[in-house]
């Protein structure tokens, strides 16, 4: 999020020769109720998890449509997830981030078609990444609450983040415009589809505890 910043990356990537893929990775993690969030700490979950998408993307497609001239293909992937698939609670900033990614990928990948750049957007699931176990998160909360959401998190986020890689890199390998990472990310885009409006109702039924997420 820092202004520039995203620049002058895409700038010494360009003195190092040419650039085939653009991972957009970085995000966070603020869990909260929309009312009880102060708008600064939204404003800085979509400032990171998607405007820098979009300002990295920006920066770096002049050297990925040389790439593809030059070489054939390039290829963007953006980091979205299974919360921009589903929405659940405490998730206003984060699910509204993610599912921009997830939109601004689809246009994206429609506009580039013929060009030789392809766009790919993943939907993790619960990866063993220390997204909410950091101070930045954790500090929000009360000692007993912080514990709690650990715990909740430990208990959801399974995969280790090297089998994450290897499912990414094959989907990338195979030019999908879209890669679910985990079962949870399966199961979730498959309830979306079949449920679109009462997805929650079905899945808080079945997992009571989401209710307390």
Known sequence: ?????????????????????????????????????????????????????????????????????????????????????????????????????????????????????????????GVATRIVDNPETLSRYEADEAERRLEQSRRVLRMPPDRAGEIVVRGVERRRTRILVGSDARVGDWLRRIAPVRYWAIATAFMPELKDH
Not at 98 to 113: D, P, S, T
């Open 1 to 125: 999020a820092e202004p520039g910043a995203l620049e002058r990356l895409a700038k010494a990537v360009e003195g190092d020769g040419p650039l085939h893929l653009l991972f957009n990775n970085a995000g966070i993690a603020l869990p909260c109720a929309f009312e009880a969030m102060p708008a600064e700490d939204f404003d800085r979950v979509m400032e990171v998890n998607f405007h820098a998408v979009v300002r990295l993307t920006r920066a770096c497609l002049p050297l990925l449509r040389a790439a593809a001239r030059a070489d054939g293909e390039a290829r963007i992937v953006n980091t979205s997830s299974l919360f921009g698939l589903l929405a659940p609670t405490d998730s206003t900033a984060y699910s509204a981030a993610k599912f921009a990614v997830a939109g601004f990928g689809q246009a994206l990948g429609h506009e580039m078609e013929g060009t030789g750049v392809g766009v790919t957007t993943l939907h993790p699931g």
